[in-house]
């Protein structure tokens, strides 16, 4: 399965103050046919020099027209909501998050001094002042991010439990919207700071996953379910987990276009007609639509940064050297 993702909004604190990113899960058998079918939906709109469509320029119409003809059209798409609400936190809460996680990267740049790993001292350190320079808004773009990329697994879980759609988990691949990361120093930075929230949030709230499974060689549990019944998704998040440019990705063009439907409707038009369209494809728990990520004194680290650090496997220390982030 592919899970493509974009956001809409810029995370910060003027109105509307909602932002949110769309996660787009496509089973590997129906892309082809998302593809064409949106291709031929796009061969159709106006556009000059045939140039990248984009949700934010889209009219109702146009964005309704879209939902009938390409989202509906197929099968297995489906897609989570995750995002914020600015009005419900102020931003000094987000910079204090940055820089605790900057605080905690420095106490894990001392761990690696003291366990005779240079390499890791000093890819630490550079990212502790990299992430020190990043706005609350980069913070709460990253919060969101890990939100709804770890929604959607949860949800795929469900959506393939059957048998025949094993085969779905054989390749899991995670592309996100490059937006404003260009640097690929920072590429490294972005990469590692999202997969290292991701594992700490694995670690508060696990996945769930199908008890039926273990009565099969289910390919999940075969990649990612450990002897102790603990998930590891550090190869999924490593290997198969990336930043793409949308230009060169249909499947984050479409979730471009669902991202911004869902945001008109969050920010100016409750009864927004494409989003009442696009309601039968989300997936929530207990009909939740939009699961809304908020930072206050819980996210903050009130005890030592040390305390927060986890060494890395040996395979994840000889990734780090070997791709020179350390």
């Not at 509906?72 to 940055?98: C, D, I, S, W, Y």
């Not at 996680?101 to 005779?116: C, E, H, P, V």
């Not at 945001?263 to 927004?272: D, Q």
């Amino acid at each position: 399965m592919k899970i493509f993702i974009d956001e809409s909004g810029d995370f910060g604190w003027c109105p509307p103050r909602y932002s949110l990113f769309c996660a787009l899960t496509v089973a590997d058998r129906t892309l082809d046919g998302l593809v064409t079918r949106f291709d031929k939906w796009k061969s159709n709109q106006p556009r000059k020099n045939k140039d990248e469509l984009k949700g934010k320029n889209l009219l109702p119409l146009v964005q309704a027209s879209f939902v009938h003809s390409v989202i509906l059209a197929t099968g297995h798409a489906r897609m989570t909501l995750a995002g914020t609400n600015t009005a419900l936190f102020p931003k000094v809460t987000a910079e204090q998050f940055g820089q605790d996680s900057a605080n905690t990267l420095r106490a894990t740049a001392k761990w690696a001094a003291g366990n005779d790993k240079p390499l890791l001292v000093d890819f630490y350190n550079a990212m502790a002042r990299w992430l020190e320079r990043r706005s609350a808004e980069n913070v709460l773009w990253v919060c969101g991010l890990v939100h709804v990329i770890r929604l959607a697994i949860q949800h795929a879980i469900v959506q393939f439990a059957e048998e025949e759609d094993d085969c779905e988990f054989e390749k899991i691949e995670i592309l996100i919207d490059r937006s404003f990361i260009k640097k690929e120093s920072h590429d490294n930075y972005w990469r590692d700071w999202l997969r290292s929230s991701l594992l700490s949030e694995s670690g508060k709230k696990p996945l769930f996953v199908i008890k039926e499974w273990s009565e099969r060689d289910h390919p999940f549990n075969r990649k990612y379910r450990r002897p102790n019944g603990v998930i590891d998704s550090t190869d999924l998040y490593r290997n198969h987990m990336r930043f793409a440019d949308s230009a060169d990705c249909e499947g984050i063009q479409i979730a471009d276009i669902c991202a911004n439907i869902a945001y008109r409707h969050y920010t100016t038009n409750r009864r927004y007609r494409p989003y009442r369209l696009l309601r039968s494809r989300l997936c929530g728990e207990d009909r939740i639509e939009m699961h809304t990520r908020i930072l206050d004194e819980r996210s903050l680290v009130t005890d030592a940064p040390e305390n927060h650090v986890h060494p890395y496997s040996e395979d994840e220390l000889v990734a780090h050297a070997k791709h020179g982030d350390g």
